[in-house]
């Protein structure tokens, strides 16, 4: 493999592994990606973003009233982005096997209630997931990479991304080196992702950003660009371990980030906000957000995920509401 | 006009044949004679000759709408600083020539000469008082506003542009030096009219700012009747405010009136006005606009900024 | 897999919430009266259905309200205490506040703005503009205006149609706060939101006759602003109706301001926040229907980002949703009046046979009510009408320039000179373009900022005297020499 941080005699793309061939990049995007100092200076280009303007897009995007069958929709659409997520230190094969058991049916007593697009685990969960998944189409998300700081060496992130696929996992939620990136030392992030994707093979990937690291929303959208450009399948907010976590703002510059991506190369990327989404008003400004950014073909679980735990509950609560016609409680959806 | 025959002192004697002196304008920083051609003459108060005039026409209102528009650039964006160092070296050189001015507001006016140097004396303290206003102005009329939501918001005065004025008819000296100075003092060019009967302090002024480091067309000094030139200037598409001080009732209505057609600034005082009065601020204020400018000042960190 | 076919189920505000009644009449002398005029019929402006019959005044009505409010100037309004006097608008903001969601349909309803904005924007702001003010009447001699200002007398107030409760704040607030009365005439099409203002007037007990409220058409506000007894004038509206009224008053001593018609350049350079710069040209030329003086109506970009601009902007417009402006989710409303719609319909007429290229939203336009799609043109240049006159709707004109220079050119090459808008990361050049830019209000990396605390007011035409701030309460206060 080539690498963007190999020696100058090599600088020869290093997109291999990324989901679209560079023969299909249009040739700005490939130069973008030369060598380090191309990666410096395309990611540098970018266009600024107005922290002022684009909270204030958003908390306008937020006030759309979704109210009736719209607010159904917008729940079932929200229920089948869902990566149902335990990632804690605590995690024992009963917790991820409830989980499991959730993902599949989330609302035994009201059938017609979608599945969650995932569960999302950790490498040594995800066989235990796989068990209670086996012959249904809800994926298998596992955070690899030395999750959450990925603060380990290369090859310890690619054994630990090659557990997780050998495990049963479909999706792997790798999380960048923020540490290289904040050094400005892009291309050792570039090549951290490009050989994860590598390992990666067919699964797909999700590259997190830790944005709440990141400090401003001009790295927002560079961190974004680069996990585009080094193949990543989504650019995913948050290890949900750091605050703030995923927020409307910065789920918005990811989501122009994969319109301007789709612009340009014709081909579509995911998004997936994670942590701190507990409510289903909070899903629905996301889903507005998502469509009126993005566009509506982002409105697919195939394209948008939410990373999340308590929102699911919420979410049946409010469709039980809408479909029964009162509030429910929290005693009667399952707890997992 | 009669020419008043000065007295001969003594028959015997041969009398020195003193030289009739005609004046010009003052544009652009020179002194060009109306390209009318022609002149008027000006007599003290008592009705003895005392000079020739210019009497500008039309187009030497536009010459000198074209010289004030030309510095305007320069003299508005000339630090405050400057500016005041400018008007200030003004006064020094009104202190110089003050005899000169006590004889012309004496004679002029018709005046003692004590009234006529304490009308003097004013009028370069005014000139004095404006020199300490330049960097000021900015500081009393504007300031930060707190607006509710995260912008810096300032509010700046700025120099209006070209002034086009009528000196007052009477007050031939304090009066001019008060209108002129707080229209030049933020950073506008005048053309001013002055009075037509008592013109010759306005000429020995034009001299001193000629002398001076006022930039050429900052001020420009015109001779000759408002009635016939201020009407091309009040409809003039350059000229941006008009002070009307100088004006009777009629002339002001009028140009009043043709200054709607371009949505022209119109400064005019109730007739009267005691100029050996202190000065407040409407007349600074009259040829400023206020400018109000925003910036988002953003959260510094995705932590602070955001309540989603 | 496929995506969800998401559209957004209607979210109409309830119009019982307006409570319009079937009548309203003047407000004059703190009472409601009905006028000598002829009776004029509201309409909503997105239906074309009438809303209300509104009594308006005659000129024999006119000198009533005037007397009215020159006897409550002499014999109360000037004589009270600031502190007093700055009670009386602290309630007038709060009563705005309490009756905010009502005014907000009303406002929605008579005008054709979508509801997010009136809710969202019109009705808080009004009722900010109050309180900001009612603090002033008790601080007069820290404003700088010398050490005892004096108000004027009877303000004579003529407002226009955009917002019509705003502009009435905006007005009144201030002539209030400085000691003066006020006889004020709001627009012919927007009488209603002014009327429930004067409720709200009459339950904080305002002395009688310190507001008199007139409806009628331009003879009235003719009549007002010529009146003898008027000390200061007052008028926001086209620069043509300010030219005469400047010309008319030009005999008199009555202070003028004016808030006219405007042209704005908003800029943007290679370098800016490309997806804010695209935010605020929407927000520039669509908010409120366009319908605004200081509208970012002239798009001058950078000829290097022109295409980049252009495609996000295409593609952010085509996502504005215009239709039933009650819907929560409206983003453009109705065309006030089908006069209005006519001129916008010709003006955008005219930039087709001067060439121009036309790009209109995909957006679906209801048939009934006055309603025009928002609208691109670009290829504009500036010898073109749509790019030198106010067209006073969702009509954007796009040009191009090369350097900075060129872009202070032809952004000050106008008459006007309300506004103007800068888009780019560089701070110097924002400083030195709003330092070279002949405009009262410059907005930088954003556009259409409001703030009583904030001076609002044009160069050149685009009038004279400022709204708002501390130089705002000079227009109501007696000059210095």
């Known amino acids: 493999m080539t690498t963007l941080q190999g020696s100058s005699a090599s600088r020869t793309g290093a997109l291999g592994a990324t989901a679209l061939p560079a023969a299909a990049l249009p040739p700005d995007l490939v130069d973008a990606i030369r060598d380090e100092q191309s990666l410096r200076r395309f990611l540098a280009g970018l266009p600024g973003v107005d922290p002022v303007g684009l909270e204030q897009r958003s908390a306008g995007l937020a006030t759309r009233s979704i109210k009736k069958a719209s607010k159904l929709a917008a729940i079932d659409l929200a229920i089948s982005m869902v990566d149902l997520t335990t990632l804690e230190g605590s995690d024992t094969p009963g917790k991820v096997r409830s989980l499991a058991a959730k993902a599949r049916r989330p609302d035994p007593d009201v059938p017609g209630t979608p599945s969650v697009a995932a569960v999302c685990v950790y490498p040594d969960m995800v066989s235990c997931a796989a068990e209670v998944l086996r012959g249904s189409s809800i994926g298998i998300a596992s955070v690899a990479t030395a999750f959450p700081s990925g603060r380990s060496a290369l090859p310890i992130k690619l054994a630990d991304t090659r557990l997780a696929i050998e495990s049963g996992a479909t999706e792997v939620d790798m999380v960048i080196d923020r540490g290289a990136f904040l050094a400005g030392n892009y291309g050792k992030v570039f090549d951290e992702i490009v050989a994860i994707k590598q390992a990666c093979g067919t699964t797909r990937l999700k590259v997190i950003l830790e944005t709440g690291e990141l400090g401003t929303y001009d790295n927002v959208r560079r961190a974004s660009w680069l996990g585009l450009l080094a193949g990543g399948d989504f650019i995913k907010t948050s290890t949900g371990k750091i605050s703030p976590a995923a927020t409307l703002p910065v789920t918005h510059v990811m989501l122009q980030a994969v319109r301007d991506w789709y612009d340009r190369t014709g081909e579509r990327r995911a998004v997936k906000p994670a942590g701190g989404i507990r409510n289903t008003k909070d899903a629905i400004k996301y889903l507005v957000a998502v469509r009126e950014v993005a566009g509506d073909e982002w409105l697919d679980p195939f394209l948008f995920r939410f990373g999340a735990s308590s929102l699911l509950n919420d979410l049946l609560m409010q469709r039980r509401a809408q479909t029964q016609g009162h509030y429910s409680g929290p005693s009667y959806v399952t707890v997992d | 006009m009669t020419r008043k025959k000065a007295e001969p002192v003594d028959d015997t004697a041969p009398a020195r044949v003193p030289v009739a002196k005609t004046y010009k304008l003052y544009v652009g920083g020179a002194f060009p004679r109306s390209e009318s051609g022609r002149t008027y003459q000006v007599t003290t108060d008592d009705g003895t000759f005392a000079a020739n005039a210019a009497q500008g026409s039309r187009k030497d209102g536009r010459d000198a709408v074209v010289a004030a528009r030309k510095a305007h650039g320069g003299w508005a964006s000339a630090t405050a600083y400057n500016r005041g160092q400018v008007i200030y070296r003004i006064a020094e050189m009104m202190e110089g020539r003050r005899d000169q001015f006590i004889e012309l507001v004496r004679t002029g006016e018709g005046v003692a000469e004590d009234r006529a140097a304490s009308s003097v004396d004013a009028a370069i303290d005014r000139v004095v008082h404006y020199a300490g206003w330049t960097d000021k102005i900015v500081a009393v009329f504007g300031g930060m506003n707190p607006v509710a939501g995260p912008y810096f918001c300032i509010t700046s005065p700025e120099p209006t542009g070209v002034v086009a004025a009528v000196a007052p008819q009477d007050d031939s000296l304090l009066g001019l030096v008060s209108v002129i100075l707080p229209i030049i003092t933020s950073g506008n060019t005048a053309v001013v009219v002055a009075s037509h009967a008592r013109p010759l302090p306005a000429i020995a002024l034009a001299e001193v700012l000629a002398t001076s480091d006022l930039p050429g067309g900052v001020v420009n000094l015109l001779t000759g009747d408002a009635a016939e030139i201020m009407p091309h200037l009040a409809s003039h598409g350059d000229v941006n405010a008009l002070d009307l001080t100088g004006c009777d009732e009629e002339l002001g209505t009028s140009l009043a009136q043709a200054a709607s057609g371009t949505v022209k600034r119109v400064y005019r005082p109730r007739a009267g006005q005691d100029f050996a009065d202190a000065p407040g601020t409407g007349r600074l204020r009259a040829f400023l606009e206020q400018k109000t400018v925003w910036h988002p000042t953003g959260a510094v960190s995705l932590s602070g900024g955001s309540a989603y | 897999?496929?995506?969800?076919?998401?559209?957004?189920?209607?979210?109409?505000?309830?119009?019982?919430?307006?409570?319009?009644?079937?009548?309203?009449?003047?407000?004059?002398?703190?009472?409601?009266?009905?006028?000598?005029?002829?009776?004029?019929?509201?309409?909503?402006?997105?239906?074309?259905?009438?809303?209300?019959?509104?009594?308006?005044?005659?000129?024999?009505?006119?000198?009533?309200?005037?007397?009215?409010?020159?006897?409550?100037?002499?014999?109360?309004?000037?004589?009270?205490?600031?502190?007093?006097?700055?009670?009386?608008?602290?309630?007038?903001?709060?009563?705005?506040?309490?009756?905010?969601?009502?005014?907000?349909?009303?406002?929605?309803?008579?005008?054709?703005?979508?509801?997010?904005?009136?809710?969202?924007?019109?009705?808080?702001?009004?009722?900010?503009?109050?309180?900001?003010?009612?603090?002033?009447?008790?601080?007069?001699?820290?404003?700088?205006?010398?050490?005892?200002?004096?108000?004027?007398?009877?303000a004579g107030q003529v407002i226009p149609w955009n917002f019509p409760l705003l502009m009435a704040a905006w007005k009144i607030a201030p002539a209030l706060a400085a000691g003066n009365t006020v006889v004020i005439k709001p627009a012919e099409t927007t009488p209603l939101s002014i009327l429930v203002l004067a409720e709200i007037i009459a339950d904080a007990d305002l002395p009688p006759g310190v507001v008199n409220i007139l409806p009628g058409a331009g003879d009235v506000g003719s009549a007002l602003v010529n009146h003898p007894g008027v000390d200061k004038v007052a008028f926001t509206g086209s620069t043509a109706v300010g030219r005469a009224i400047q010309a008319s008053l030009a005999g008199t001593r009555k202070k003028l301001t004016l808030e006219l018609g405007g042209k704005a350049a908003n800029i943007v350079f290679d370098d800016a926040p490309i997806d804010q710069a695209v935010e605020g040209i929407v927000n520039g030329i669509f908010f409120n229907q366009g319908h605004v003086c200081c509208a970012g109506s002239r798009l001058l970009v950078q000829e290097s980002v022109a295409d980049e601009v252009l495609?996000?902007?295409?593609?952010?417009?085509?996502?504005?949703?215009?239709?039933?402006?009650?819907?929560?989710?409206?983003?453009?409303?109705?065309?006030?009046?089908?006069?209005?719609?006519?001129?916008?319909?010709?003006?955008?007429?005219?930039?087709?046979?001067?060439?121009?290229?036309?790009?209109?939203?995909?957006?679906?336009?209801?048939?009934?009510?006055?309603?025009?799609?928002?609208?691109?043109?670009?290829?504009?240049?500036?010898?073109?009408?749509?790019?030198?006159?106010?067209?006073?709707?969702?009509?954007?004109?796009?040009?191009?320039?090369?350097?900075?220079?060129?872009?202070?050119?032809?952004?000050?090459?106008?008459?006007?000179?309300?506004?103007?808008?800068?888009?780019?990361?560089?701070?110097?050049?924002?400083?030195?373009?709003?330092?070279?830019?002949?405009?009262?209000?410059?907005?930088?990396?954003?556009?259409?900022?409001?703030?009583?605390?904030?001076?609002?007011?044009?160069?050149?035409?685009?009038?004279f005297g400022r709204e708002g701030g501390r130089a705002g309460l000079g227009a109501y206060l007696q000059e210095e020499n």
């Open chain 3, 311 to 463: 495609a996000k902007l295409r593609a952010r417009v085509s996502t504005l949703r215009l239709g039933d402006p009650m819907d929560k989710n409206t983003d453009i409303g109705a065309i006030n009046s089908r006069e209005q719609l006519d001129r916008i319909t010709a003006l955008a007429n005219v930039g087709d046979e001067e060439g121009a290229e036309r790009w209109t939203s995909p957006c679906p336009v209801p048939e009934r009510g006055f309603f025009f799609p928002p609208t691109v043109f670009s290829g504009v240049s500036q010898s073109m009408r749509i790019s030198r006159e106010e067209i006073f709707g969702p009509v954007l004109s796009v040009l191009t320039f090369r350097t900075p220079d060129e872009a202070i050119a032809k952004a000050n090459n106008t008459p006007y000179g309300l506004s103007a808008g800068i888009w780019t990361e560089k701070g110097s050049r924002i400083l030195g373009m709003a330092s070279a830019l002949r405009a009262g209000v410059v907005w930088s990396n954003t556009f259409n900022r409001f703030d009583p605390t904030a001076a609002f007011g044009g160069y050149k035409e685009s009038g």
């Open chain 3, 1 to 154: 897999m496929t995506h969800l076919d998401w559209e957004y189920a209607p979210a109409p505000e309830s119009a019982a919430i307006g409570r319009i009644k079937e009548r309203y009449s003047m407000f004059v002398g703190g009472k409601f009266v009905d006028g000598r005029g002829e009776d004029l019929k509201t309409v909503n402006p997105a239906t074309e259905e009438p809303l209300a019959v509104v009594s308006t005044a005659s000129t024999a009505d006119v000198d009533t309200a005037v007397s009215v409010a020159r006897k409550a100037y002499d014999d109360v309004w000037s004589r009270m205490p600031g502190a007093e006097r700055g009670k009386y608008l602290y309630r007038i903001a709060r009563g705005i506040a309490e009756r905010a969601r009502e005014l907000a349909v009303v406002e929605t309803l008579d005008n054709g703005k979508p509801i997010k904005e009136s809710r969202d924007g019109d009705i808080p702001t009004a009722s900010a503009h109050f309180f900001y003010h009612a603090g002033w009447a008790d601080k007069l001699e820290h404003a700088g205006y010398g050490p005892a200002p004096h108000p004027l007398g009877v």
